[in-house]
């Protein structure tokens, strides 16, 4: 069975993207395609009209601030993080994006897209939400600014409304960070993940144990401080085909615990306690 029609549209502007939007409220955005249109090959979605972002270029650039501050446009790929000398200033970036799936999905997907989705097993919503990143939300009546911890609302809901888009991240600089998942295979899906940064306190994001990632700040880096913290939290998580409810706690409690070790051992030495 075919697809049903869909209308295209590749505007040059920001400005002309959000009206497109703003004019249908069955029109979605077109980043990588990397979702969206596996999405409506399997038919859990049908919009009537993509609005392709990539001739964008207000969307595109990885800049770093003099204060270390990194500013990703919405569309920049996995490979261009990878790749981006600029992006290295905050290395746990580069190192989470290769793990994501294959090349292919690589050289397509963007960080706007991956958050924008904000599936559960993403690599990038827990990331972001631990190194305390903040999200640009461009629309007709302006820009808005919101933090991580206001920015996923749900499986597949972001603080991003019909009509908007998200612009730029913002992530402040750092480089005491780490991440540990237990994946599908090498490369694979997260069936539990982890991110971690010890830049100042504590702070620890969650994936696949609910619906949005789950921030957890333990008082130190001591392994029985952080599970207890993961405990105090009393997560439900998810059961499914891949792991118990059980399974996917014990998960976040051995996974958070690697992921603030990992980010311990990538602060510069003279920084370590
Ligand atoms: C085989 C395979 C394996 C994968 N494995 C993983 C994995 O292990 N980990 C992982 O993190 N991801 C994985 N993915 C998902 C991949 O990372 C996608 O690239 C990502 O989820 C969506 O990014 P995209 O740029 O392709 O967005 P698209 O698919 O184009 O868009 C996704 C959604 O976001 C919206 N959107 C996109 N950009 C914006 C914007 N700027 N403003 C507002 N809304 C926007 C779209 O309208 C759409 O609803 C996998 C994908 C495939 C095909």
Redesign the pocket.
């Known amino acids: 069975m075919l697809l049903r029609e869909v209308g295209y549209a590749r505007p040059g502007s920001l400005a002309e993207a959000i009206e497109l939007l703003r004019a249908d409220d069955g029109a979605?955005?077109?980043?990588?395609?990397?979702?969206?249109?596996?999405?409506m090959k399997a038919r859990a979605g049908s919009p009537d009209a993509l609005i392709d972002?990539g001739g964008i270029d207000e969307?595109k650039g990885i800049e770093l601030g003099a204060d270390g501050t990194l500013e990703l446009g919405?569309?920049t790929?996995?490979t261009q993080i990878i790749e981006s000398s600029e992006a290295r200033a905050r290395p746990i970036l580069g190192e989470v994006c290769a793990?994501?799936?294959?090349v292919q999905?690589r050289n397509?997907?963007?960080i706007?897209?991956?958050v924008?989705?904000s599936?559960p097993?993403?690599?990038?919503p827990p990331l972001l939400a631990a190194l305390g990143a903040s999200f640009v939300i461009r629309g007709a009546d302006g820009e808005r600014t919101v933090p991580a911890d206001e920015f996923f609302l749900g499986v597949?809901m972001t603080a991003?409304s019909l009509g908007?888009?998200?612009?730029k991240v913002r992530i402040p600089a750092g480089r005491g960070d780490g991440f540990a998942a237990v994946?599908l295979g090498v490369?694979?899906?997260?069936i539990v993940s982890a991110a971690a940064s010890v830049n100042g306190g504590v702070r620890v994001a969650l994936g696949c144990v609910d619906a949005v990632p789950v921030v957890v700040t333990p008082a130190s880096t001591d392994a029985e401080a952080i599970r207890a913290s993961v405990r105090e939290r009393a997560i439900d998580p998810p059961a499914d085909v891949h792991a118990s409810s059980d399974y996917r706690r014990h998960l976040a409690e051995v996974l958070a615990v690697r992921a603030v070790n990992a980010a311990s051992e990538n602060l510069p030495a003279e920084r370590r306690s």
């Open positions: 979605r955005a077109l980043a990588g395609g990397q979702t969206l249109v596996n999405v972002l969307l919405a569309m790929t996995y793990q994501i799936a294959d999905v397509r997907g963007t706007g897209g991956n924008c989705t599936d097993t993403n690599h990038l597949y991003v908007e888009l998200l612009t994946t490369d694979g899906t997260c």
